[in-house]
C-alpha cells in the first residue's frame, strides 16, 4: 500500500520560512517523481514544483528563487524548503507521486499523480 506522509506545515510570519517533508512508502519504480501542490481555499490546486528520482527539477515561476525541493532517495523522503513566504503562498500543500518518466507529461498536471498526502496547512500571517 502506497502511503505518503507529510510534516513541517505551520504557521509564520511574512518574510519567515517553513521545511515540508513527503516520505514515501509501499512503492517501487524506476522512474517516479514526488510532487508538492498547493490549493488555496476557494481556487484550484496549482503545482509548486517536483522532483524526480533522477534528480530533474520544477518550480512554479510563483516560488522560483524562494523554495527549494530536494530529495533523500534512500527513504525516499522530499523536502520543500520555503522561504520568504508570502501572503500569497497560504494553503493546503499537497505531496503526490507519479509512477512514471517525470517527462511522460507536464509535472503539474494533478491526473498523473495517482497517490496524494494528507495535506498539511501552512499560513502567513503577522
Known amino acids: 500500500q502506497v502511503q505518503l506522509v507529510e510534516s513541517g506545515g505551520g504557521l509564520v510570519q511574512p518574510g519567515g520560512s517553513l521545511r515540508l517533508s513527503c516520505t514515501a512508502s509501499?512503492?517501487?519504480?524506476?522512474?517516479?517523481?514526488i510532487g508538492w501542490f498547493r490549493q488555496a481555499q476557494g481556487k484550484e490546486r496549482e503545482g509548486v514544483s517536483c522532483?524526480?528520482?533522477?534528480?530533474?527539477?520544477y518550480y512554479a515561476d510563483s516560488v522560483k528563487g524562494r523554495f527549494t525541493i530536494a530529495r533523500d532517495n534512500a527513504t525516499p523522503t522530499v523536502y520543500l524548503q520555503m522561504k520568504s513566504l508570502k501572503p500569497v503562498d497560504p494553503a493546503v500543500y499537497y505531496c503526490?507521486?507519479?509512477?512514471?518518466?517525470?517527462?511522460?507529461?507536464?509535472?503539474?498536471?494533478?491526473?498523473?499523480?495517482?497517490?496524494w498526502g494528507q495535506g498539511p496547512q501552512v499560513t502567513v500571517s503577522s
Open positions: 503526490a507521486l507519479k509512477v512514471e518518466p517525470l517527462s511522460a507529461s507536464p509535472w503539474y498536471l494533478t491526473p498523473r499523480y495517482a497517490y
Open positions: 509501499g512503492f517501487t519504480a524506476d522512474y517516479y517523481a
Open positions: 522532483i524526480s528520482n533522477s534528480g530533474r527539477i
